[in-house]
């Protein structure tokens, strides 16, 4: 995967620096909890920083629906990007718990990253050297249909 090479300097900080905290806030409620809540972080374009937690569950485990409810109407407008973050248990690349990250920038670069971990009564075990990265599809920032002529 060679989205570094077409992403420009901007939009590589801004994704590199949302999975690292993505991994980071769900870490602290692995630690705390055991697991985590699906939740987004945003980065707005004046560089404002923030979270999305559900309110309440909504009882469904399509990720489109979750992502969709943590969105308000103005984000492809305000937003540079965001991550939605879930808890998720895969059988590939690898078998196990891992932290689902799904990155999108304005610029049109979606990434879909998995972290495995293992949660213990006392410890978390984040192998982010098994993380593995795919290309994504971008939602927010879709290209507008042309008009019929």
Known sequence: ?????EASPQAQDDLDS??????NAAAVSLSA???????????AKNAQRG????????????ELAIQRSLELPE?????LARATVFDVTV???????????????????????LVPYAAADDS??????RANAASGEVRL????????Q
């Open 91 to 113: 059988q590939a690349p690898f078998t196990g718990d891992a932290i689902k990250v799904l990155l999108e920038h304005r610029d049109r670069i979606a990434l879909d990253v």
């Open 33 to 43: 909890s055991g697991g985590f809540s699906t939740f987004m972080l945003v980065i």
């Open 75 to 79: 984000d492809e407008q305000n937003l």
């Open 124 to 129: 978390v075990d984040i192998d982010m050297d």
């Open 18 to 23: 949302l999975l690292e905290d993505s991994v």
């Open 141 to 148: 920032w879709r290209p507008k249909a042309s008009a019929p």
């Open 1 to 5: 995967m060679h989205w570094r090479n």
């Open 51 to 62: 979270v999305r937690q559900l309110g309440t569950t909504l009882g469904t485990d399509d």
